[in-house]
């Protein structure tokens, strides 16, 4: 019940069913979708599938057979980092209260931004880059942010706010927000984030854990 | 004093002294950053310089005779765009009230969103887009986003808001959360921005206009 972006059921990335990866010699699949995750979130969606395809050991012949298109790679590219992302950000069964389950994700935010090259999210990053709502990639990113959304809007509501849907709407503007700050400043937060969901979440009348 | 994105002093694009627009038969430099800005919006910075050099009818030799390398020419795109962008956000000099002449700039963000095909802020998408700090167009994004928290730092100080920096770091964090929700879901933010800014000004313990 905890697990809002886990939970988001992804668009299938190939609308025509191609092989399993375990039936192709050394899951070309695989490593092509980690090739291009690693590729398009540090240089960007507009990299060619030839240097794609070269990093994963993967012949372009191949490549077509499992994608039928770079756009179906792109959003296959996203819906393979949707668990370690989930991981990354959501908080353990252990926190609780609900406000903490919410901060925690703006702490984490924080915490992963220097290691990351103040790259910030890889999702809203491919939501720019893409340029239409159309792309199959947009899609992937769209239940992403509805996914986190889900859960601010789950915890708020059992922190007693009122409003949650629409305390999580702005919630996701503040994390996509403190993203932007960081890529834009290319250095820590230093708690602007987490900071600011506090005060909405204060504004928006959550309980204080007693 | 209250032009504070047009008073940003932005980082000249060519550190050698390019000859000047109006010496070049046509006006060359400017064709080409305003085709250089008009395709690194539309399409991202990685359209390369030759489709440039085409839309502008500008040949890549005299490009390169303005412009030492494309990475400067980006930088010069996202330059030409400022004042228009300052024209676009800041409150005309009749709204006086602080408070109003910070909202005024995401009202105005939420209008101009449809017309720009929901692509956000390109100042942003720049930065998102080029990958790294180090790029000349980042500096170019960081001084503009500069520009636009001293605004609302001078703006929130009028309204007696006792750590004007703080709220305006936190505004930055809903303008780009905005502009990213708007890419996100390509469709209208029915003042959501503006409300959560409205929020984060009265937490702030902004002055209500009398």
Redesign the interface.
């Known amino acids: 019940m905890s697990s809002g972006v886990t939970a988001t059921t992804a668009p299938t990335p190939s609308a025509s069913p191609a092989p399993p990866a375990s039936s192709l010699p050394g899951g070309a699949r695989e490593r092509l979708v980690q090739a291009a995750a690693r590729l398009f979130s ?3 969606v ?1 990299v060619g599938v030839d240097a794609v395809c070269r990093e994963a050991g993967v012949s372009k012949r191949s490549m077509y057979q499992l994608f039928t298109s770079k756009e179906e790679l792109v959003a296959a590219s996203l819906v393979a980092q949707l668990p370690a992302r989930a991981a990354e950000l959501l908080p353990p069964d252990e926190v609780r209260d609900p406000r903490a389950r919410i901060l925690h994700v703006f702490e984490r935010q924080e915490a992963l931004e220097p290691g990351n ?4 999210c890889p999702f ?2 491919a ?3 893409v ?3 159309e792309h199959p990639a ?1 899609a992937v ?2 239940d992403q ?1 509805a996914g986190l959304a889900s859960f601010f809007a789950h915890e708020a509501a059992r922190a007693g706010v009122a409003d949650a849907e629409l305390l999580a ?2 919630l ?10 960081s ?4 250095r820590p937060l230093e708690g ?2 987490v ?2 969901a506090r ?2 979440l ?2 928006a009348g959550s309980e204080r854990p007693q």
Chains 1, 2 share one sequence.
Do not use: I, N, P, Y
Request: hydrophobic fraction near 50%; charged fraction near 20%; proline fraction near 0%.
């Open positions: 540090t240089q960007g507009h090259d103040f790259l910030g809203l990053s939501a720019v880059e340029k239409t709502s947009a990113v769209r942010k709407r702005q996701m503007v503040v994390f996509d927000g403190a993203s932007s700050a890529v834009v400043s290319a602007l984030g900071l600011t005060m909405l204060e504004a």
